[in-house]
């Protein structure tokens, strides 16, 4: 069983510039959520998808977009990048509610610096 | 709007001690409760899940209890090694959703 996997690992972008981070899900598991966690703080969530479709966002501005596959990997895009985006990109995949105590699992996170 | 707060932001212990971190969180309507553990720079690393039915869970040297009622649980790790060092944050699902609210977590360290 592989567990979740992120890519890149790190990345440097200029500010207003466009970036896609990946995520794979772990075996089985149909949804995927997004956080991100600045600097000493707890992760934020962005938003969720179940089976291909967004099943809720968190307070996060429309620049933060994200896409599920029929294979349920994830990308999470932020267009128009502020300083304020560098942070670790986490992904989380799990069994829907109700099945097998919808434990959340984590990948290693992207790194994302904007100057 | 669900809070979490973990208390003490930072511990230090010498080796061997037995310690407990706590977490209180303000919607006592959820389904469980998440702790997990973070490296500096990496992912989380799911430790225990408690369901609301559920009074506590144990796994080796960790033991977490939860407490609906009152809002909290602890996270006991018993006899600590340099190893445990670490932060650690507990998470609960906002509302009836799979949205997960963490606490700001509490960083450990444990001296050799």
């Known amino acids: 069983e592989t567990g979740v996997t992120q890519s890149p690992t790190h990345l440097i972008k200029t500010r207003g510039q466009q970036v896609t981070l990946r995520c794979s899900s772990q075996?089985?598991?149909?949804?995927v959520s997004w956080y991100q966690q600045a600097l000493g703080q707890g992760p934020q969530f962005i938003f969720q998808y179940y089976r291909e479709e967004e099943n809720g966002r968190g307070n996060f501005p429309p620049r933060f977009s994200g896409l599920q596959f029929p294979n349920y990997s994830s990308e999470l895009n932020v267009n128009a990048l502020e300083l304020d985006d560098s942070a670790l990109y986490l992904c989380a995949s799990s069994l829907p509610r109700g099945r097998a105590r919808n434990e959340q699992y984590f990948g290693p996170g992207t790194r994302l610096t904007v100057t | 709007k669900q809070e979490v707060t973990q208390i003490p932001a930072a511990l230090s212990v010498p080796e061997g001690e037995n310690l407990v971190l706590n977490c209180s969180f303000t919607d006592s309507a959820i389904y469980n409760l998440q702790w997990f553990r973070q490296d500096p720079g990496k992912g989380l690393t799911s430790l225990l899940l408690?369901?609301?039915?559920?009074r506590e869970q144990t796994s080796g040297r960790l033991n977490a209890s939860l407490d609906k009622s009152s809002g909290r649980s602890t996270l006991y790790i018993a006899a600590s090694q340099p190893g445990d060092s670490a932060t650690y944050l507990c998470a609960v699902p906002q509302g009836g959703s799979e949205k997960l609210v963490f606490g700001k977590g509490t960083k450990l360290t444990v001296n050799p």
């Open positions: 408690i369901q609301s039915s559920q």
């Open positions: 075996s089985g598991h149909n949804t």
